[in-house]
């Protein structure tokens, strides 16, 4: 594999082509947005780590007219359309904010980090305040503004004093360039202070409406937020979501994109694993690998060529909303989940229009939510053999490292819930050798669990290990004892006992007799439970067999 300098956790423009880090060109982003030069505000909207800030950087590199950038678009696709590039590079002013960084535990945190963003953003604008073309009163807020003295009225009509400063400065209208704008009412609806976090960005959103200083703006996303709670007013607005065509190959790597980067790099070898792990995702008309797995994974194996590929996405906070997602989930939900989990698909109205308040208020959003933010895909109409009804997606876990998310969220939800669970008849009976008694209360716990296995007996014994580790019983699981390996031992030497469980998995609900009767005689054969004469007063054996939800007990 050729050596490349490939940037991880940049997203600045400048910096990966000032300092020829790797890029991979979707310059042609420019043109598509001025293509639509009559729209006024697009919103874009697609999953976290999917490009939007490096795009937007981008943006703001070849309009800002405090800049020269002409050396750093050299070789890209932009500068085919040379007329574009000379009306329109460095040409127009031009405002970035991004509003990533905003979040808090309460409102007062979370308005401070805000504040914060829009002071720096006023700060970079000093310069309006020695121009003889802005007022002084505006002069006087925009210094105020700069040095985190800002009002609340300040805040919410900071953006219009902004780009009314700066069209008055330049004696031209000014381009406006937001990113992930809603993560302040993402973080806020998590935290408490959905209602005060709404009013302040619907205050600062004031600068899209009839704003005759603007020429347009562009506005990325993780959510289309319902027109009506933020854009209320907003004339000639167009939003672009992932089930469009029009930009979707310029968020992520296209196939063409993967066969360039791979020739590139010289890492053909790679492509299956690749695919496998980052690619699966259909955006509009374009099947798109996940740009920060593909280049975090390249960057990996530069250094090892052996490394295989892992979740880059695992350690992140933005998963919580997964987790979110399970605690709702009843036993509709739980099925669909345990569908998807082993490799199905399900059938599911989706909707683009959401507000974060009620993300929870129907399954509807919560499925939406999950496809949204590329937990979920679509699944093509012609890769089906059913037609799909009416109004509905066809939805499906995009790649192995979503699935590992699942999974791992899963594992966490079930440790966490086995602990609240009210498990006391089910440990008398184990101890009082209730063996159907023992079968009726795992069952219980059974339904209660999400199946993250197919139902594998792997996935039965970390339900056992888990059902007693929560309850702070010593558990063993697979480890050598006597002749052989048992599947789960859980000890309680304060008052003297063991359990010594084996677990089979049956393949139909007529099988699991025989199964049971297997376990049994596989730890008569193998002497399980002889190691523990020594120290155990009572020594309970178990034979369970297991199909999907149910299960048959017998001890002997």
Known sequence: MLEKNIPIGISDFEEIRGNHFYYVDK????????????????????????????????????????RQSRNLFEGLEITRY??????????????????????????????????????????????????????????????R?????????????????????MRQHYNKKVILLMDEYDVP??????????QEMLDVIKGIMQALKDNSALQFAVITGCLKIAKESIFSGTNNFVSDTITDSRLNEYFGFTQEDMAYILRDLDAQEYADKIKNWYDGYHFGDFDVYCPW????????????????????????????IIRSFIDHAGSTITKKLETLLAGGYIVQRIDEDLTYDYLHSSEDNL????????????????????????????????????KEIFETTVIQWFDDSTKQWSRRELFDAVWNE???????????????????????????????????????YAVESNREHG?????????????????????????????????????????DEKMYAREYEDDYDQIVCYGIAFFKKRCLVRSK
Not at 310 to 320: I, L, Q, V
Not at 436 to 459: C, G, N, P, Q, W
């Open 27 to 66: 310059s042609g982003l420019i043109a598509e947005i001025l293509r639509s030069e009559s729209v006024k505000v697009s919103l874009i909207t697609r999953p976290r780590r999917f490009g939007k800030t490096l795009g937007m950087s981008m943006l703001e590199s070849f309009f800002d007219i405090r």
């Open 82 to 143: 040379t007329e574009l590039c000379d009306r329109w590079m460095n040409h127009w002013p031009t405002i970035f904010v991004s509003f990533r960084r905003v979040d808090g535990l309460d409102f007062q945190g979370a308005y401070d980090m805000l504040s914060l963003v829009i002071s720096e953003l006023f700060r970079n604008h000093l310069y309006l305040l020695d121009s003889d073309r802005v007022n002084d009163y505006d002069k006087r807020t925009i210094k």
């Open 145 to 165: 503004i700069a040095e985190g003295e800002a009002t609340v009225k300040d805040m919410k009509d900071s953006l219009v004093l902004l780009i009314g400063a």
């Open 185 to 194: 009412i993402a973080k806020a609806n998590s935290h408490g202070y959905y």
């Open 293 to 320: 797995d593909v280049m975090n994974y390249l960057h990996d194996l530069q250094r090892n060529p052996q490394a295989e590929p892992c979740g880059y996405w695992k350690n992140t906070s933005d998963n919580a």
């Open 367 to 402: 499925w939406s939510v999950l496809y949204l933010t590329g937990y979920l895909t679509r699944v093509r109409e012609e890769e089906l053999t059913d037609a799909v009804p009416e109004g509905m997606t066809v939805l499906v876990i995009p790649n192995a490292e979503i």
């Open 434 to 472: 209730d063996s159907e008694k023992v079968a009726e209360e795992m069952s219980k716990l059974l339904r209660k669990t999400i199946s993250y296995h197919d139902y594998r007996e792997d996935f039965y014994h970390a339900f056992l290990a888990g059902i007693f580790a929560g309850a702070g």
């Open 483 to 523: 002749e052989g390996r048992s599947d789960v031992v859980v000890s309680d030497p304060m008052n003297g006992r063991v359990a010594v469980f084996e677990a089979k998995y049956a393949d139909s609900l007529q099988s699991m007799e025989r199964k049971c009767d297997e376990a049994l005689c596989q730890m």
